[in-house]
């Protein structure tokens, strides 16, 4: 496994799915980890399961959306543990899957909040704290939908296609700074989110993928650690698909 020794990271989205994996690969892996998410009893609990397993972690309610929310996070990392070394930045959703001309405008501004405009802020709250501390590493989680594009998922594929280029471009702005800026991109995972999505049976989309399954949480958790690790020095502005083969299609 990855080396995450004395870093202190911080993950969105931490209370379930690919989320949770992490934060507990991440802190398995030597970390503080500092989690944020909408639902604060999930949250907790995967703060309390790090704890109990003798790693350090803490919760604050966070969505993403709301940049004073992303905020406070960070700045919780460092009054908590005293500087901020790590991110991943996966809080997100899926939004409906319908024709472009049938997108709901109310819902279409909500899933923009989310998943680009809060990327964003995460990165840039992130950023101005590793700038401080001489550098840090950022994963995003973009997705298959940031790679390719997909029949009634219009704006999940905008909005996931954004996260994948402010990947390249942060890269780019922090390559000569100490701060490398990556990107995972899932292919179908058994996440509640996929659950939601198919009703209830995420295994449907396993025929969509080469490898004739779909992924698990932590298959991804562990793309995420090695790309925040020292491993990975010599990577940066990189969308990983993590998808069973999917985007080679």
Request: charged share 20%; glycine share 14%.
């Amino acid at each position: 496994m990855a080396n995450l020794q004395g870093k202190v990271g911080l993950v969105t989205g931490g209370g379930t799915g690919i989320g949770r994996a992490t934060a507990i690969a991440m802190a398995k892996a030597g970390a503080t980890i500092v989690i944020g998410n909408r639902d604060a009893s999930k949250g907790e609990a995967v703060a309390e399961l790090i704890v109990q397993h003798g790693g350090r972690a803490c919760f604050q309610r966070t969505d993403v959306a709301r940049p004073e929310d992303v905020k406070s996070l960070v700045e919780r990392a460092v009054s908590e543990y005293g500087r901020l070394d790590l991110a991943f930045n996966n809080a997100g959703v899926d939004g409906e899957q319908v024709p472009l001309h049938e997108q709901d405008i109310a819902k279409a501004a909500a899933l923009f909040d989310v998943n680009i405009k809060g990327v964003f802020y995460c990165m840039k709250f992130e950023i101005e704290q590793m700038l401080r501390n001489g550098g840090g590493a950022i994963v995003n989680t973009s997705s298959i939908f940031g790679l390719n594009g997909y029949p009634g998922w219009s704006l999940y594929v905008a909005s996931k296609h954004a996260v994948t280029g402010m990947t390249k471009a942060a890269a780019l702005d922090y390559a000569k700074l100490g701060i490398r800026v990556n990107a995972v991109g899932p292919g179908p995972v058994e996440t509640p989110l996929l659950a939601k999505g198919t009703g209830g049976n995420p295994h449907s989309y396993a025929a969509f993928v080469p490898m004739g399954r779909i992924g698990q949480p932590e298959e991804i958790a562990d793309a995420v650690v090695w790309l925040l690790s020292d491993a990975a020095s010599y990577v940066s502005g990189h969308t990983l698909p993590v998808d069973g083969g999917v985007c080679s299609q």
